[in-house]
């Protein structure tokens, strides 16, 4: 049974996730404040944060924060009644990987849920696994991606990245020598299919960049001014 951590401090919304979630099979934890979420991501073994921005103690894109300097895997989710680009932004650059507007249909909820545990369930399988095809194998030089373990290597070392950075990674890897543009980054990698009008796409380039493109004399990921992002050879 997959675990969730609810921090919502409006007690009616949390009612009625916490009933509809339950029904689905979730085993759900509830903080009615930030402090208290906090606590409790860090010193459980939670498989998804669902976390509303406006809390008290502490807001949540604090809370995300500091779940995401402790963890770079847990999957987070923003409800948020404030639905402003530049909010969905912050969002987003704090460490969340997706978001929901309030008012929301709770079957949109679910899905959301179910495609970001979806994401991060890759387990550790032998490379030998029957399951495996070339088709889940992606390279570039020295650096490898198996989409069916989620892993990633440089080197022969395995790289740890954050559920949208693998996600962003993967997008520019099967795309690589295509000049991508930030619009079709957001559509593939964070489900927008609009100009957010920020820079969160860079914001994650060079999240991105500090990972694996690691040697001065051998970049990957280019910038192509007034264009976008293309992975190939320097």
């Known amino acids: 049974m997959k675990k969730i951590l609810l921090v919502e401090d409006e007690a009616h919304v949390v009612s009625f996730i916490k009933k509809g979630l339950t029904e689905e099979g979730f085993e759900v934890s509830v903080a009615f404040d930030g402090k208290t979420g906090l606590q409790l991501a860090l010193e459980n073994n939670f498989d998804l944060v669902i976390l509303d ?108 990245l954050t559920s949208t950075e693998y996600k962003l990674l993967l997008h520019l890897l099967k795309n690589k020598n295509k000049v991508l543009s930030r619009m079709d980054i957001l559509e593939a990698v964070w489900g927008v299919d609009y100009d957010l009008g920020t820079n969160v796409v860079d914001v994650y380039i060079n999240y991105l960049r500090k990972k694996v493109d690691t040697k001065s004399d051998d970049k990957i990921i280019h910038t192509v001014i007034g264009m976008g992002y293309v992975l190939r050879e320097n």
Not at 97 to 115: C, G, H, Q, S
Not at 121 to 143: A, K, P, V, W
């Open 53 to 160: 921005i406006m809390l008290p103690e502490m807001n949540g894109l604090e809370v995300c924060k500091s779940i995401r300097s402790k963890n770079q895997t847990i999957p987070i989710l923003f409800l948020t009644a404030l639905g402003t680009s530049e909010n969905i932004v912050l969002g987003l650059e704090n460490g969340a990987d997706d978001y929901l507007v309030k008012p929301f249909k709770f079957i949109e909820l679910v899905a959301r849920i179910k495609t970001l545990l979806r994401r991060s369930s890759g387990q550790t399988i032998s490379q030998n696994d029957e399951n495996i095809t070339s088709d889940h194998l992606y390279t570039f030089n020295t650096l490898k991606i198996n989409d069916y373990t989620k892993t990633v290597t440089l080197e022969n070392e395995e790289v740890s």
